[in-house]
């Protein structure tokens, strides 16, 4: 089933608000999201800013300790501009560096989705343009906490949220763990295009169309946020310093080898040992996100999963 | 000029050692490295294990605050097997995980230089074997640190070191700053493949063919050890945690686009912000290894390189 | 004015929960906090465990940016028993050392409020008892964080928190930033006494009696809790790696200097530089809590305070 | 047997230099430090800035894997002035807040050794005058490091070197593993008072007159320093983050008391749970220290010692 959905109201915190629209499993959701300022797919002001969310979506029959699959299908910028902060955060450089980081402002950027592009024009700069290729992406994705938590969408934990992690685009399905009944699905926080870490503390920050759909995958629990594309399985671990985060990465990605793909603890040492990949989400957010990466090619077939199965 | 060096003593620090070689800048190297366990192409343990290294070379003209360009043009097993550990060290997992990891110990990998494969065989494990492609590299490279230290190959600083980065491959410029007059280079730790992190504590390790060239870049310092390759440029920084591995990588990118590519503040960390990548060195050795890389791409023509124009 | 309140319900995060009574400044309220596993002083469980909180309490008057001055009056254990865990949490030892920690289990600890002792019998270890004596305090001060925020009572921030700070004890004034009207302050997780840094994951749980006095200091904004005793200043730093929690209690040591005790940064630069002393909170919750502490020596009057006189 | 040294060259690292005199076992050495500008009791440059060392002195009889016992008995400084750095370091603060530090300069503080003062005058700063208790300390002891490594005086590590803890005091004995056959004790670096942390990068920085007396404990290997007092045993931890220089200490306190005190796993966890105490050596040098505190009040004899009876 589809649901088309337009925010009216926006939430700062993932936690257990009311719902705004209940999904079965399987079902489709056509959306919209804010920026990170709180500006629509009109450019103007409709929410406070610092990342609101659209949602939450409750998924009909999602119970704590089931997994959630977000098949992102369409990640796409709805306007032809964005916004980014002008300076390398303090925490990014070397201590003794940070009086030469110049003056933090917002600057605006053009982005063409027709020509796939964001290009930032600094009149009087070296150089005084950058154009990028477009690479959409969903700075927040994520669920309502345990122990009736509600927390700040400027952070992340188990329970996913403001990851700023690149490789949420179109193509990817997230794997969530459900804390409460019915999930309750949040997302916002859209990024025409960004660097790893997001060291300035933006992305290209603009709003989204967004289509995605949800399955449960029930009785089976997940410990973090998990990932899913063509060619690539990944975990994501949520914390400070990066090594704790990288610590919860790469323990989750030793789960899912030894539950689903059927390895021993003997060969999923081996294989990470030799052929994993990390990959940095942000180092800006109070928890950071580190990346573990696994190829496919190196894997059996899994004996569960959500995502539709590639070409098909 | 081309020198050929055979190794007959290794280091086990990087340090201002005796110089077994002197080279002009310009002048081209063909040598060979021990494995991490002191065993050379033979097999045999040749000398003590722990990352011995050869060298050091003592690069005529090299003095404090120039920086070397060694541009690795082969790095190339030169035998048929190395050996990894079996286990993720207990530093790059939940703690609380650590009692589940596997018992440490040594396995035998073959290597076919031809088919360009590595290959672990696990009787009795899930997978029975495990197949990577080849990807050769240097664990350890680096030049004599200031001050009349001399450092344990296990770790890394800003002389370079056990940096154990993947990146450091056949192709490669490596950048290095000089300390001592000769800088005094050493090289060292092949391996046949690595994941990302080098998180069982090592790659296939193997003894390697190693040529290079190396060239003197006079009176421009720089602080933490560079790459480039045809694609990117990289900077390096090691350190424990990882954030602070990150800070001096970040900042080792900012000063190079600010010196030798013409961009003011401003556009340096506008187009860092959002065009930035990162890498995972290592994070298993007393200092963990962040690799900052741009892509070339995004960037105007430098104005001072050591590296021969791509195609040429 | 003097409140007693006997709680019927517990919250186990630190939000802007419905209050349960209302103080005006210069209040004081009698009251009691049951233990990290939901024990009163009956020792029946009343409620979930996880660190159940007393509150919260709504301070009349009490203002976004202003500061609540909390003066523990008694901290004082109301039975005869408390709780610990048996092993060293896997974090606070080196990772290769973890599968050497004893089995984590609950033991029980007898405690004198006459004799002012804690004894733990372990039948067949070596030593059979370990007697310790009494310090009570509280693990959990804090106010309803900012943006509608409701956070686990298993971590801190800047709004107090879960801080395992052994020196919130009887004689302490504490002072929270406010973020909501009314403060809320929230109380609980005694500990009858605490090694620094929480190791074990717990103090000896105990539910306590609780006297206190509260008082609003008006358009006074603070960073981060504080605290004073008729011998030092302190303040608080909650974070993760411990090193941010320094930076954070260092940094509001400074503003506390340069706000209310006349210094310039010249002086408060040099003299915490040989004279601050640093103590550590806990080193096991999500967020570790550094203190930085200055001995009032060292210092002028302070130009404000909401602190009794000594000796008064 | 009583040794009289008087130092006419000095180190900047840890290492296996040529001993300056050979000691016995139980022997005692009096020598002087200069201070970590270079700088003897006349107030002369003697040798160049940036920690230089004594020694270092050859302990006959000590060999890999023994425990060096040094006895502070006299550390004491033996000029009327010292220096301290003007600001906080930029790693201590919040990232944020390094702009507002004060430019770092070198102040000079008076020292009245009969007094027991140390008075910095700060001409047109607020206060005008900042005086505190003496309280010398040495921030440089260690002996050769493993591997023939030698180590830079700006850091330390499991042999010691420049920890910067303020309790390396008269009347502390410190232990120090062995890693080379004499030991080769260095001593330097002394603070007439220092505050924890060394936030601003020094103490205040001065030369000293050592007395002290060395025992070789055979056999005896240990992990990382350690100290005892006539009110407690201590261990440290060297690394960053903080996080795991607490680490190697916690570690180092539990095997020493199930190693000389007769605890089991069982006796020593709870023991340590509710007891412990942590100091912060420095969080400035390139290697943190953290310290870990038993008070011997909680303990049984020692089965092994190398430190005199109390009131002997």
Wanted: charged content about 20%; overall charge negative.
């Amino acid at each position: 089933m589809e649901h088309r959905f337009q925010p009216a109201l926006y939430h700062r915190t993932f936690g257990s608000h009311e719902p705004v629209l209940h999904l079965g499993s399987g079902d489709r959701l056509i959306t919209t999201t804010a920026d990170a300022l709180g500006q629509d797919a009109t450019g103007e002001r409709v929410t406070e800013p610092g990342n609101p969310l659209t949602g939450p979506f409750y998924i009909d029959g999602a119970e704590p300790r089931d997994t959630l699959a977000v098949s992102l299908e369409r990640i796409e910028p709805n306007r032809d501009h964005g916004f980014t902060r002008s300076s390398i955060a303090s925490n990014a450089v070397d201590p003794d560096y940070v009086p030469e980081l110049p003056e933090r402002t917002l600057v605006r950027w053009d982005v063409d989705t027709e020509g796939r592009t964001a290009t930032l024009q600094i009149p009087g700069a070296t150089p005084p343009q950058i154009e990028l290729p477009l690479a959409p992406m969903l700075g927040c994705i994520g669920v309502a906490p345990d122990r009736g938590q509600a927390i700040s969408t400027a952070t992340s934990g188990p329970y996913g949220g403001n990851m700023d992690y690149r490789g949420f685009v179109t193509g990817v399905t997230a794997y969530l763990p459900v804390f409460v009944p019915g999930a309750l699905l949040h997302v916002g926080d859209g990024h025409a295009v960004q660097g790893d870490g997001e060291i300035v503390g933006t992305g290209v920050e603009i709003s989204m169309d967004v289509e995605l759909t949800v399955n449960v995958i029930s009785g089976k629990p997940i410990g973090w946020p998990r990932g899913e594309t063509d060619e690539d399985i990944f975990t994501t671990g949520n914390a400070r310093p990066l090594d704790q985060a990288l610590q919860h990465a790469t323990t989750e990605m030793l789960r899912w080898l030894l539950q689903d793909y059927g390895f021993d603890a003997a060969g999923a040492n081996h294989l990470m040992g030799q052929a994993v990949r990390y990959e940095v989400g942000n180092v800006f957010d109070p928890a950071y996100t580190m990346v573990c990466k696994m190829p496919k090619r190196h894997l059996p077939p899994p004996t569960r999963t959500a995502r539709p199965a590639a070409g098909t």
